[in-house]
């Protein structure tokens, strides 16, 4: 494809390449990313997650040796081979990534004879082999660890599957061998014994990875249409090539605290007594809850920014009525837009033209939940433009959230051709290129709405996305079922969703589809009290899966893990900010902190909140026992405060039980007891300190506005010493009120401290 390197030129931090075929550019984002383009269909990148205004100046150092050019920044130098071959290497010297120099060897096809016998059984049969016009070859050393890749099934680790980038909804129950779900996040994260990558293909066509399924000695990336556009990322550590990754697509913002809190929903909340019963019942039981959604059951007929009047009275009333309560209203939005002439939405939509057109030139219309229906051309800048102020809409009502669902875009009868036109800021093309950005342009129409409506951080959920909408939108893995094996695939599919860039993520707790049982239910809590979107969901026809449809004794444990999260919220609000300042998750697999502990490389079942929580949740049905892994060092269980050492031990883990385990020196500050965020002005934060050696950072603001951004917040240090000194100091003052007096636990005992701004060190 390439030939014959013939010549370089250098432009700053740019270089270009010139082989017989074809021309490749080489460009520095940062000293630690290298940007790999060849304009196969277009001349520019097109990227809907690079921000390209953020990218440094770099000195690059690049000359000939031997039968290669040398490209250097301080962290990388790429050496350019002919056949536009490229090795990568750290500042140590270390190849951590090479293009691999031979065939690929493909497993043979199978013969139509054998694929017709078996499809005539109902077997689907794939060939995954198949050549693909652009495709990018990387030797594999033996060593590698593959981590991300999105929201994917199958465990933590990702060498020997393939898997497809198509955004796809598809409500069976996902299993190891799906290739596709609602989100295309085209990076992954390399672990070798010497070193640590990253690659990220910045490609909106379908694309496959195939992780070394094919070969142990390559894996690769295809994809037949668009550009090659790829980015190596360096870093020390998987957390360095992790805040490299959020430096080129982006870090979530910071959210409004209440979001953070418990989610109920059902897709049948159908009228409006339903909801203030649900409401109701919360309260009653003494379960927090800041927040219930509205499935598609409040819309007239389904039509989407409509009222369905005969089933909710007074709908702003009810909004007003809850929201004195303490709740949250969160209402879905999909796209498409039912077809109906005299429907202000779609009038005004014909009328400026913006929906996507078939190839004649006429209205392209399917079938999903109102019927026939039309789908914006999200890709406009107009028509997101339009979206946005449609959700003055909701706002109006006192809608404090939206929630984007089948935006892959799901379409009832057959999915959408690839032919249909779409746009492109301006730039016709066609439905190959914009389906997996669809939900990511969606969502950012929908978050400039609120943020430009309701002036608070938008809350938005998506079920589909793209790399970068981390900065407009949560979102949760789909429709998965109320299945063990779902519970289990949770930790992993949400580990790799915070490796991929995306920490603001969660389950359906409980499970959307089939019935739920009180033991499923009850395990699961225990989960999602500590996954970042922390929303109980089910779909209508299963059973109803609110807490007390299963009795005391479930009630009781869910209760528990409920008051569990909104304790630890003010943890959970400091790690939020760690990831918008470094792009970290909030759920992490262990072997983000250890990953040189071969234990934990592969370990599915056992996660970490932030770096100093450790959960190691029961997954598995009928079991009151398990095996915890600790890494090395020193570590309190949670609830009875003995001491463990790193290893592998037994613990007893009866129902109400989900074994917890916190890092020696740990300080993890606290929330009093609260229904919901804002209940109670909190003007003493507790902190509960594991004794040993450390120290914390902490934040405080206003919990709602972008004051903070501004610098308006507060940031705190604590710090504990093995001989009980503990002191805290006030790092930032840019926020009023400060905290009047902290709570100390440490040692069974119970210290209150005075603070009025001014460094304290005292002996506990």
């Avoid at 393939?162 to 996902?174: A, I, L, R």
């Avoid at 390559?218 to 090659?228: I, R, S």
């Avoid at 269980?637 to 916190?662: N, Q, S």
Wanted: aromatic share 14%.
């Amino acid at each position: 494809m390439f030939g014959k390197l013939l010549s370089y030129k250098q432009q700053g931090s740019k270089v270009d390449l010139l082989f017989e075929n074809q021309k490749m550019v080489i460009e520095a984002f940062q000293e630690q990313i290298l940007n790999v383009f060849v304009p196969i269909q277009s001349k520019e990148h097109y990227s809907k997650a690079v921000d390209f205004t953020k990218k440094s100046e770099v000195r690059l150092n690049v000359n000939w040796e031997d039968e290669s050019v040398i490209i250097q920044t301080s962290e990388i130098t790429a050496k350019v081979y002919d056949e536009g071959k490229i090795d990568f290497y750290n500042r140590e010297g270390v190849c951590c990534c090479r293009d691999y120099r031979m065939d690929r060897i493909p497993a043979p096809c199978m013969s139509q004879e054998t694929k017709k016998l078996m499809e005539s059984e109902g077997h689907k049969v794939e060939d995954e082999g198949v050549p693909h016009k652009i495709e990018v070859v990387k030797a594999m050393e033996g060593d590698e660890l593959f981590y991300g890749l999105g929201d994917k099934t199958g465990f933590l680790n990702k060498r020997h599957y393939v898997y497809e980038m198509w955004n796809t909804d598809n409500p069976d129950p996902q299993v190891d061998n799906f290739k596709v779900l609602y989100k295309t996040i085209p990076f992954f994260l390399t672990k070798r014994k010497d070193c640590v990558y990253g690659l990220f293909f910045d490609n909106t066509y379908r694309s496959v990875f195939n992780m070394g399924k094919e070969s142990e000695n390559y894996f690769y990336y295809g994809v037949d249409e668009g550009n090659l556009d790829y980015y190596y990322i360096a870093g020390d550590h998987l957390t360095d090539v992790l805040t490299n990754y959020g430096k080129l697509t982006g870090t979530v913002p910071v959210p409004q605290l209440w979001t953070l809190g418990y989610h109920q929903s059902r897709w049948g909340y159908e009228w409006e007594s339903e909801v203030r019963d649900i409401a109701k019942k919360l309260r009653e039981y003494h379960i927090p809850c800041d927040t219930i959604h509205l499935d598609i059951d409040y819309m007239d007929n389904f039509k989407v920014f409509t009222w369905n009047q005969e089933r909710y009275d007074d709908p702003k009333q009810m909004i007003s009525d809850l929201s004195n309560d303490g709740f949250k209203i969160v209402t879905i939005i999909d796209p498409g837009v039912k077809l109906e002439e005299g429907y202000d939405i779609y009038d005004t939509g014909i009328k400026n033209g913006y929906f996507v057109r078939d190839k004649e030139g006429n209205v392209y219309d399917n079938w999903v939940w109102p019927g026939t229906s039309v789908f914006p051309d999200f890709g406009n800048p107009d028509v997101r433009r339009w979206w946005s102020e449609n959700q003055k809409f909701l706002v109006d009502m006192g809608v404090r959230g939206v929630w984007n669902d089948m935006n892959e875009p799901a379409s009832f009868h057959g999915e959408i051709p690839t032919d249909v036109v779409f746009t492109d800021e301006g730039r016709v093309t066609n439905h190959g290129e914009m389906h997996n950005v669809y939900g990511h342009f969606m969502a950012k129409a929908t978050y400039e709405g609120l943020k430009h409506y309701d002036k608070r951080r938008p809350f938005i959920i998506t079920r589909a996305c793209y790399s970068g909408t981390q900065k407009y939108s949560t979102a949760w893995t789909g429709d998965n079922h109320s299945i063990w094996c779902h519970l289990q695939m949770a930790i992993p599919q949400l580990c790799n969703l915070g490796m991929s860039g995306m920490p603001y993520v969660g389950t359906d707790v409980g499970g959307f589809g089939s019935d739920t049982t009180p033991e499923l239910l009850t395990r699961w809590v225990q989960v999602g009290c500590f996954s970042p979107l922390f929303r109980n969901h089910s779909a209508k026809g299963t059973r109803f899966q609110e807490p007390w449809a299963f009795g005391n004794e479930t009630v009781n444990i869910y209760r528990k893990y409920v008051k569990l999260r909104y304790k630890l919220l003010p943890y959970f609000y400091d790690l939020f900010y760690e990831a918008e300042q470094k792009g970290l998750p909030i759920m992490r697999p262990l072997v983000l902190h250890y990953e040189d502990d071969v234990n934990v490389q592969n370990l599915n079942d056992q996660f970490m909140a932030g770096a100093q929580i450790i959960v190691a949740p029961v997954v598995n049905q009928g079991q009151t026992m398990r095996m915890v892994y600790l890494p090395e060092g020193q570590w309190y269980d949670y609830w009875t405060r003995e001491e463990e050492k790193g290893g592998y031990f037994l613990k007893e883990a009866p129902l109400d039980v989900c074994p917890i385990y916190v890092k020696a020196g740990s300080i993890l500050p606290n929330f009093p007891n609260m229904e919901y965020v804002g209940q109670k002005e909190i003007r003493q934060l507790t902190l509960d300190i594991f004794e040993g050696e450390g120290s914390y950072i902490h934040y405080q603001d206003d919990g709602e506005s972008f004051a903070y951004q501004e610098g308006e917040y507060n940031q705190y240090q604590f710090t504990i010493h093995a001989n009980g000194v503990f002191c805290v100091e006030l790092l930032h003052h840019g926020y009023e009120p400060m905290y009047e007096s902290f709570r100390i636990l440490y040692k069974n005992r119970e210290v209150e401290i005075p603070f009025c701004g001014e460094k304290i060190e005292m002996n506990l």
